[in-house]
């Protein structure tokens, strides 16, 4: 089972000193995030994708082609990639590039963000959210399926004898999740495609996702992937860790209060009882992640958010040192619960150029 974590990318004041960090440090804070996380072995490091303040990482591909020279195992992705907003023939350039650059080791999670404000930044129409979402995935991915491709659709002008480059590393197109928070239709896609569907749950209680992902599962089985506890499912959650649960609480409570995502709401208890979000020792985090497994079914992709609302990087560096102590016991709990013909794992390069 993987294991990783994800960045939002926001330039938020620390609560406790109201340090703001300036952009070049948080895009710089990042990417020692993503280098530390391999250190202490971790499988996942995935970025955002945002175009407004207080986040910074608008340019995913970026982030991770400077990432995939300063690691070696790491898997690089997004956790979200727009497909609304971005050009299919783009995307489906840009991650073919970073693939090259990293052997293989990228794969991409599409979804249509949080911040309705970007369609019109980029001449798209918000009522236009869920067939853009349909539309532009199908064409990305003949781009990547098809050396030469003729296309005409509703949303951006025909393509005609178009190949895009360069071509997929191996033949082999970037593994896609899809990420979604509300909408069965997203569900609906990632089932069609075989693809894999990403359950971003650090928002809302544990029941609305169960829905969700089981609807996938039986779109999955529906559409000949596989039967339905073999659908590759991954999950997000946040959490914040201290030896003692009483230092970890009083620790994060200023910045839970402030949080661009979520503060300003309920209680960090309130919250933390309904959703995944998990505050206290190492070991509360390892019995409330595994819950996660009875509540979903088995599944192969777990991200934590550990670097939001103002934390200060060196603290972030310690909640990873923690995750990656505690990541071995996740794995080793996870996998011994699993039936053997469910994978562990999400689809790798090597296994799908092995595949093919």
Request: charged content about 25%; proline content about 8%; aromatic content about 10%.
């Amino acid at each position: 089972m993987q294991i990783g974590v994800f960045t939002v990318g926001d330039v938020t004041p620390d609560p406790t000193n109201g340090r703001v960090p300036t952009e070049a440090e948080r895009i710089k804070a990042m990417m020692t995030i993503a280098q530390h996380a391999e250190a202490v072995g971790l499988d996942v490091f995935a970025t955002g994708e945002h175009h407004n303040p207080p986040f910074v990482p608008s340019s995913p591909t970026t982030m991770l082609g400077y990432l995939a020279a300063r690691t070696e195992r790491l898997i690089l992705s997004t956790s979200t990639t727009l497909i609304t907003t971005n050009d299919p023939v783009k995307i489906a350039e840009d991650y073919a590039m970073l693939q090259h650059l990293a052997d293989g080791r990228v794969d991409l999670m599409l979804g249509r963000g949080n911040t309705a404000p970007v369609y019109p930044w980029f001449g798209k129409n918000l009522e236009d959210a869920l067939p853009l979402t349909v539309e532009n995935y199908r064409l990305l991915r003949q781009l990547w399926d098809n050396e030469v491709v003729d296309w005409e659709g509703r949303f951006r002008t025909p393509l005609h004898r178009f190949t895009s480059t360069p071509r997929p590393l191996d033949g082999v197109p970037p593994f896609v999740w899809h990420g979604s928070i509300r909408s069965p239709e997203v569900a609906e896609i990632a089932a069609h495609f075989g693809d894999g569907f990403f359950a971003n749950n650090i928002f809302w209680p544990k029941e609305h996702f169960i829905r969700l992902i089981n609807l996938y599962r039986e779109r999955y089985e529906h559409y000949g992937h596989g039967t339905a506890d073999q659908a590759i499912v991954g999950l997000g959650g946040h959490v914040f860790m201290r030896p003692r649960s009483q230092d970890a609480i009083r620790e994060f409570r200023p910045y839970f209060d402030v949080a661009p995502v979520y503060g300003n709401g309920p209680s960090l208890e309130e919250f933390a009882a309904r959703t995944p979000l998990t505050v206290g020792s190492p070991q509360e985090v390892v019995d409330k992640t595994l819950t996660f497994q009875e509540f979903f079914g088995d599944y192969q992709r777990q991200l934590f958010l550990v670097d939001h609302a103002g934390l200060p990087l060196k603290t972030v560096l310690e909640q990873l040192d923690m995750l990656g102590e505690i990541a071995p016991e996740i794995r080793k709990e996870m996998d011994s619960r699993r039936p053997a013909h469910v994978p562990s794992d999400p689809p790798s390069h090597e296994s799908r150029r092995k595949d093919g």
